[in-house]
């Protein structure tokens, strides 16, 4: 089994030590370039290949990406609201990747989406929805763009703003 990148590895490290200690755990005092900069990060844990949790940012929230992913591994793990909180029994089966998001860019037509390349966030006034490029079982724009529509409520004869971005994936 291959070691797990830096930002897997941190993922992992910040829902167990949440999980034994009840709180956040502080920033690691020596941090890797990948894990310095400011961006959006979505962590995603999966048992067994099902989803298990999934939460992120699409802007920047923390000074760095190291906290971005503290933050948003523990949400995944505690917070999603389509599943029970994390045991801590389960953190070994755990599967965990990272995307960490490039600046979303507006676009003017579904024309400018591939599900495979490009994430999709769609607007409606202050509604969102988001979801992540290059998933299992979305395999064209027009579903991709269904489903975030219908995470942000949005319905489908509404007008919506589309915009656009690309991810590093760890896993």
């Known amino acids: 089994m291959d070691k797990p990148s830096a930002p897997v590895k941190l993922a992992g490290d910040s829902l167990a ?3 034994a200690h009840g709180q956040l755990m502080d920033k690691p005092a020596e941090l890797p370039e990948v894990l310095r900069g400011k961006a959006g990060v979505f962590v995603s844990f999966k048992k067994k290949g099902q989803l298990r949790g999934c939460i992120g940012t699409f802007a920047p929230t923390q000074p760095t990406i190291a906290e971005e992913i503290i933050q ?8 999603d ?6 045991e801590p029994t ?9 995307d960490v998001l490039e600046a979303p860019e507006q676009i003017d037509s579904i024309d400018e989406l591939d599900p495979k390349t490009y994430g999709v ?3 409606r006034g202050r509604r969102s929805g988001l979801l992540l490029p290059d998933l ?3 395999d064209t724009v027009t579903e991709q763009v269904d489903i975030a ?3 942000a409520g949005i319905r489908p004869e509404e007008e919506i ?8 994936r760890y896993k």
């Open 17 to 19: 030590y949440y999980l």
């Open 136 to 138: 299992e079982g979305v």
């Open 149 to 151: 529509m219908q995470k």
């Open 90 to 98: 389960e953190l070994g089966e755990m599967e965990i990747s990272v």
């Open 72 to 79: 948003n591994a523990v949400s995944a793990g505690t917070q």
């Open 81 to 86: 609201p389509r599943f029970r909180p994390v």
């Open 161 to 168: 703003d589309l915009y656009r971005f690309t991810v590093t």
């Open 121 to 123: 966030i769609v607007r």
